[in-house]
């Protein structure tokens, strides 16, 4: 019998919500099982209620799930925000000292929380990790795990052990006064990684050798900068968190045309800064790698939920003509290597590289499989090193790609121009040369092209009804496949992971195998509808869209899909 | 394209324009202090003291309006080997660039920042800039310029450790202020008196002359933030050029953990090193 379960941790900002559902999360992970977590929660410190879900399966997860089995909730709120989502036989876990609870169904797990953290842990904080303890009691979760958990995330010492005493103590409660609703036995040895979107991007980074990183805090990538900085001294990197996004782009043109990878990472609005640094990357030549992190807008939006609205923003973000390239990591493994993609995309063709993720997959855990360090390249593109002549950094080519060369280096000088520039770099405005270096700067995108690596076909080569979607949707769009399929529908799907230079024969080729054709997307207008139109002239026969700054669940686009005709 | 005898660009800067002075100080500075082109890095703005860098040799990042000192500061930090001077008008740096100019001091980079003060915006044609004096009448401001902000105070005020006038007049003086800004180890800013002969007919050459003084001919001390803030309100009948403030701080690349093993143009990548990070997420 496959075990799939779900969990829920409700509470207040401040309450440890995220504490308890990572905790969770790692747990189930260090015992062999697959998770996909994500979180949701407001744009404020302490208050107001935020969530946090945990699936947990035998067999890969990739999806959260609606129904819940076991509502954690730290606050009274969370009991009445939630319930309708309870499935039935729902556990609920609550204080029941200090949230009398009406009802009188079996299914209603009152443990003490504050009282035994108080009494067990010294710390009626630790509220939190006794709930934590009393759930994994409540499905027989092996002790010592949860120990090793626990010590290992809060680096052993005292508050370790404190936590580790809270968490026996909801553990043993539990144990005494309910009867096991599972008995969760550990599969497997373990050896998977739990992590997000976020810490995917900067372990990509830091693997293909970014040394330096400018970035202004802002959600949903923050957590990039932070885990970069977290590592600079032990890997030589520079975080710099200068006075606004404006002046992080132009740092790292600074520091990329000084010689070393560097990247920046920002949300939609913040990126609104950056367009002009985004251009002077482009005509400067600069290899510059930029995160972009959507949230729904326009403006501030909502700043700490998720959507897919700026497809079309990236895609044309600045004046003038120039190459770019643009990549949507489907995974959190595809986060991985697309980063590493993405620098070596840059230095090969001189020119930027933008990395689209959104709230939900850079919050969302996932386990996975190691990354395999040996599979990591690095292409600087074409150095030069010597030869005929004066350097001249804009050299014209047939690839369009000049050597490149660093200040600093003996016998070079090298200039460049955000105005237009001849060969050598410097400003020029005759109207010749003009052409031919607009001509050189577009001819990358034929070398670009090649690299970008078609969409993921799944399912089928040919069905009856296709369903497209790109970015962070990948997960629940594969399980809705597989859903309908099991119902005997006649399903594939298409996912684009690299969207730009965009590979419109191969898609051509897909689509007009498919008798009906939706894309599914997190935004408002259907904005990679609008450009598989643009450029292969087909138009899909519908769109399923959300935008109502949540994720999609398989649940929603099976039934979205079925009120289509499929 | 034009180019000249050392195969740089024809210069396209008006006749009698303040900028070639500043442009003989450069040079005069670089060469006295004999470092070789390929280890000087020009970053400049937009507006005519942006073009300054491709008429020198050297390495030249030409960059946006107002943007030379993010660009600067960061070039700086990956290779400090390099001897990084930021070039910019007033327009530039203290309008579309304000917010940077104050961070960039605040941060005291060890960069050298030249800004070409000619209180107009030349290369649009005649506008007020944010040093115009009050009063200046310009065809956006009819009724004459408003409040000049006072960029030396400001200077000070960020936290720059090196802040200085020069004269685009007087070459020998500048090129000497240049220079100790280029070996002062911090954020240096040298503001440069810079007479626009076609846009700027108040504060011209003559105007200048009359009014400029050198305080390394005073017995003025420059070690003394609040003395020096003082100094800095100095202007109108008698207006001081030289170092107005000087201090050793602690610059931005001198703390970071990164550097001390060397440039980070010159570390390799080795991806492998990132094991013991994902062993982590384990």
Redesign the interface.
Known sequence: MPIEMNFMVGGEAGQGVQSVGFLLAKAFTRAGYHVFADQDYESRIRGGHNFFRVRVKDSEVRAIAEPVDVLIALNRESIELHRKELVKGEVIVFDDEKTKEASDRSSIFGVPLSRLAEEKAGNKLMSNTVALGATLGLVGFELSTLDQVLRDHFHKGELAENNVKAARAGYEYAQANFKEMHHIKPIGDGQRMLLNGNESIALGAIAAGCKFIAAYPMTPVTPIMEYMASKARDFDLVVVQPEDEIAAINMVVGAAFAGVRAMTATSGSGFCLMVEGLGLAGITETPIVAVEGQRPGPAVGLPTRTEQGDLQFMLHAHHGEFPRAVLAPATVEDAFWLTVKAFNLAERYQTPVIIMTDHHLASSYTTVNPFDLSEVTIDRGILYSGGDGEYKRHRLTKSGVSPRAFPGQEGVLVATDADEHDEAGHLTEDADMRAKQVQKRLRKLFGLKNDISPPRLEGSRKAETMLIGWGSTYGALHESMTILRKEGKDVNLLHFSELWPFPAEAVADVLDRACFSYVVENNATGQLARLIRAETGREVSGRILKFDGHPFTPAYIVEQAKKEGC | ?ATTAE???QIAWCPGCGNFGILRAVNQALGDLGIP???V?M?SG?GQAG?L??YT????????HG?T???????K???P??TVIAVGGDGDGYGEGG??F??AARRNHDITYLVHDNQVYGLTKGQASPTSDRGFPTKTSLEGAWSPMNPIALAIASGASFVARGFAGDVEHLASLIKAGIQHKGFALIDILQPCVSFNHLNTYAWYRERVYKLEETDYDADDKLVSFQKAQEWGERIPIGIIYQKLLPTFGGQ????Q?GP??K?E???????K???E??
């Open positions: 394209m195969g740089l660009p082109p390929h280890r890095l970053v937009i073009k860098p491709h040799k050297c390495n030249v990042l030409n960059m946006l943007r000192l993010p660009a600067a500061s960061a070039a930090i990956v290779n080997e390099l917010n940077h104050i961070h970071l953990p990164a550097l093993k980070l143009v570390q990548i080795e991806p492998r090193r990132a094991q990070l994902l062993d997420f384990l």
